[in-house]
């Protein structure tokens, strides 16, 4: 659905026939009794969003492109928006068209915000920024800081330019406590900040009772490892890319965490290295063996868990599984439950007008 033509009193509708459908998917798993479907707020979820620039004689505006038919179409207000990015938005707008600098081959325009308030702003441009763009940004920042506190991020080609940092500090409230997370520009950060915090109270909540150590696949920039960390007596989490590794190490200092251990390798090297009964290369200085593993925690990338990663998770007591996609989380599961049953499984709505859903499953061996 194009975001312009959202209407939010269709919500419940919409996400009733997608609970209907998704669940659809699962029907050759044994499922609990009762399934749990946690709604997203209706507008304004959004923390995150990307828009075009289009210039049209003396004007210049925000588009997006339809997903089905690919033609752009103009966005003066985002209805998944947060209200700070929103307000961003028209704020960032009026500055550019009263600015030709700002404006000339300005290309792009990213938002990111926070529930804590913080917000970055990346312009990106078809020319090379120079020091009047950058006293010009200077500006816009000091103008914005009127709605919240922002920085800026000038981007063209080979050139990156920060005014004065390229992260957020979002805070996020799990079972009475108050995590914090740097978020750094083009790294993945869940997009529906509140659905966000339900699905670490639900992973909160499952891990209660548990006990052992926990081991994390695919742990981005520490989003559930550091809010369970207090659930288990150690945690080892690992993550391929680069620049979210070093987020989930420098959120680990940030809230005192000194249980857990974050390095940077793919899930697949650390399945292998584990059924050979190897180190991880980047891993190398530390030994698995020190670690009593009880539960393992996944949030993989759409395509799922390989066929290595599956035979791993089946090795332990517990698996907390989280899906960004149904399909290949069917899949996957009709292998675990050989050896494992379902005991939660609980829908998120992260993308409230999409086909998309948000999927917790707790298993535990049989």
Known sequence: MRVDQIDTSQYPSLLKAKEQETLSLFKSLTLPEQTDLIPSPHQHYRLRAEFRVWHQDDDSFYIMFDPATKEKFRVDYFIPGSELLNQLMQAVRAQFLENELLRRKLYQVDFLTTLSGEALVSLIYHKKLDDEWQAQAKALKQALSTIAPVNIIGRSRKQKVLVDQDYVTESLTVSGEIYRYQQIENSFTQPNGIINQAMLEWASQIAK???????????????????????????????????????????????????????????????????????????????????????????????????????LVKKFDNIIYVSCNPETLTDNLADIEQTHQIQDLTLFDQFPYTHHIETGVWLTRR
């Not at 857990?260 to 292998?272: K, L, M, P, Y």
Request: a neutral charge; glycine letters at 6%.
């Open 209 to 311: 009772p548990l006990t052992g150590d926990l081991l994390e696949l695919y742990c981005g920039n520490g989003n559930f490892s550091i809010a369970l960390s207090k659930q288990f007596n150690k945690v080892l989490a690992t993550e391929i890319a680069r620049s979210s590794v070093k987020s989930a190490q420098h959120n680990l200092a940030l809230n005192k965490i000194s249980n857990t251990v974050i390095g940077q390798s793919s899930a697949e090297d650390f399945s292998a290295a584990y059924f050979e009964g190897k180190s991880v290369k980047s891993l190398k200085t530390i030994d698995l063996t020190d670690y009593q593993f009880s539960t393992i925690l996944v949030d993989p990338p759409r395509a799922g868990l390989d066929k290595q990663t599956v035979e």
